[in-house]
């Protein structure tokens, strides 16, 4: 049946067990074709379509966009638990594992933690990444602290955002006192994390 048809094709995808073609002839058309149908497999359509036709076709499978998401959670997940068990670790300048850290090594070290790898110094570090507003941020984002300059931002200090659920916004990362969780309506946060915040970047 397929040798009969005189057209030429224009795209084709696959779905699952189902072939859509769109094919150009006086008018456009749309052949719908069951592989089941004709006891056919996909590698016998595309062969027929690619000897008849003399064209390359573009195989485009199907994505299921939930599991992605899902995937991006758990990570965002696992970033947090690395991070929490990290917590009271003691602030190192330039210490860079589990004896020390300073912010950017602790980042580092988290994201190294959850497979993802991220730049030792929090101004590059700033640099990769979607940056987003500080209501749009989720867990496992990068928040950044600083001041602005004539030519952009200094950084000071980054952290992970550890939670931003109903407005009820946290960070973890490590200062003086070691690593710690900030959240928004702290006392310290108030006075002054809260003006120091640059942008938050999106890495997953």
């Known amino acids: 049946m397929l040798s009969n048809i005189k057209v030429i094709l224009i795209l084709i995808v696959f779905f699952n067990n189902t072939v859509y073609s769109q094919f150009s002839f006086r008018k456009k058309a749309i052949l719908n074709i069951d592989i089941e149908q004709f006891d056919?497999?996909?590698?016998?359509?595309?062969n027929n379509f690619q000897i008849q036709n003399k064209i390359n076709i573009v195989y485009k499978p199907k994505i299921n966009f939930l599991n992605v998401i899902n995937r991006k959670d758990t990570k965002r997940n696992k970033l947090v638990d690395?991070?929490?068990?990290?917590?009271?670790?003691?602030?190192?300048y330039g210490g860079n594992d589990s004896n020390g850290f300073d912010c950017?090594?602790?980042v580092q070290y988290v994201y190294k933690k959850a497979g993802i790898k991220v730049?030792?110094?929090s101004y590059y570090q700033s640099k990769i990444g979607k940056k987003i507003n500080l209501k749009d941020a989720k867990k496992g984002d990068l928040i950044f602290?600083?001041?602005?300059?004539?030519r952009g931002y200094k950084t000071s200090h980054v952290g992970i955002v550890y939670s931003n659920d109903k407005g009820n916004f946290s960070t973890i990362h490590c200062v003086n006192r070691g690593?710690?969780?900030?959240?928004?309506k702290s006392r310290l946060w108030l006075?002054?994390?809260?003006?120091r915040v640059l942008f938050v970047k999106k890495i997953i």
């Open 40 to 46: 056919l497999n996909k590698t016998q359509v595309i």
């Open 82 to 92: 690395i991070a929490t068990k990290l917590i009271g670790i003691k602030f190192v």
């Open 104 to 106: 950017s090594s602790f």
């Open 119 to 121: 730049p030792r110094n």
């Open 145 to 150: 602290y600083g001041h602005k300059t004539k």
């Open 179 to 184: 690593v710690t969780i900030d959240k928004e």
């Open 191 to 195: 006075k002054y994390w809260k003006k």
